[in-house]
Each structure stands twice: as C-alpha cells, then as structure tokens.
C-alpha cells in the first residue's frame, strides 16, 4: 500500500512538472520563433544565424522561468555550479537545435520561410526532450530534505490507516479488548468505552 501510494504521489509531482515545464517552454518557444522571424526578416542575417541568436535569447528567458516557476523548489544551493550546468546543456540543446535547421537548410536547401520555421519548430521540439532531461536530473536537482518528508509523511499516513483498521465498531483497539478480558478473568469489571472525539 505505501509503495502504491508513493508511485501516485511522484505521478503526480511529474505531471505537475511536466505542466510547468511546458508552461514555460511554450512561452520560449514563441519568443524563440519571434525572434528568429524578427531577426531573419529584418536583417541580413543567415538563416542558421538568426536562429542561434533566437535560441540565445529563450535561453535566457527559460532559466527565469524555470529557476522561479518550474524548479522553484528545488535545491537552491551552488547557485555558480547550477547556471553553469544550466547553460551547458542548453548550448548542447542549441546544436541539437540549429543542427536540424542546418541540416534542411544546406543539405536539402530547404530555405524558404516557411521551410525554415518548420524545420526551426522540429529542431526546438528534439532538443526540448533533451533539455527536460538534462535539467530536471542534473540542473535543478530535488532537495534531499523535501524527499525525506515526503517519505516520513507517507509513513504516518500508512500507520493511521494500519491503527483505524484494527478498532472495533466501539472504537477501541485490540489491546483494549484484549486487557478488558484478562480483567474479567481476574475479576474486575471491564472499562467502559471512551467516548470517541468528533
């Protein structure tokens, strides 16, 4: 039963985070395509280019938004070594990103604008799988504090259950029952029920 009830609970925290991580990175993925149309139409910036500069730009903008929405939980010492994490696996992102864009764009000289934003919006999707890997295990790490209490709460919420379901319909446990017995067979009276708290 606290093994059921553990899976659910850490169900639930990943919707949770799966919800608030797509919450913001929905929110990059149109600065990042706005960005990049922005800067593509209004420039003579290469294709693959405008796109890394965009790509910087939501960088930028998912860190706020994870550090203090998504991940705002999580452990917050080493703050130097996290952003250095962080900014790691987003540069491994970028290529991963840019290198789909670059790919259509001079190996199949699929360089249209619409072309481009289709093989731009691919490119943010396989590096998105990336990234939530990479920073919810290595980035934004889950307090160990948090677990423990997590499990000690699951813990007390299992004993209840276990001492609820060995009271009677009088509402007294087994070794009242049992004690009121032994005292019969001694000769003393048995205790009367305590009224039951509401």
Do not use: C
């Not at 919800?19 to 706005?34: C, M, P, Q, T």
Request: aromatic share 12%.
């Amino acid at each position: 039963m606290s093994g059921l009830r553990a899976m659910r609970s850490r169900v639930r925290l990943l919707y949770r985070e799966i919800a608030k991580f797509g919450a913001v990175g929905g929110v990059g993925v149109l600065v990042n395509i706005g960005v990049f149309n922005l800067v593509r139409n209004n420039t003579g910036l290469q294709t693959v280019r405008a796109s890394i500069l965009a790509t910087v730009v939501s960088i930028a903008f998912n860190y706020v938004g994870f550090r203090y929405f998504t991940y705002r939980d999580r452990d917050r010492a080493g703050r130097t070594k996290e952003l250095s994490l962080f900014l790691l696996f987003s540069a491994v992102g970028l290529v991963i990103e840019n290198g789909v864009l670059y790919l259509a764009t001079y190996g199949f000289d699929w360089d249209s604008r619409i072309q481009s934003n289709i093989f731009k919006f691919v490119g943010i999707g396989v590096a998105t799988l990336f990234r939530f890997w990479s920073y919810r295990t290595w980035v934004f790490r889950a307090m160990p504090a948090r677990e423990a209490v997590e499990q000690a709460e699951s813990f007390l919420a299992d004993d209840a259950d276990r001492g609820a379901d060995h009271r009677g319909a009088d509402g007294r446990s087994a070794a009242d029952r049992g004690a009121d017995h032994r005292g019969q067979a001694a000769g003393r009276p048995a205790r009367e029920p305590k009224p039951r708290s509401r």
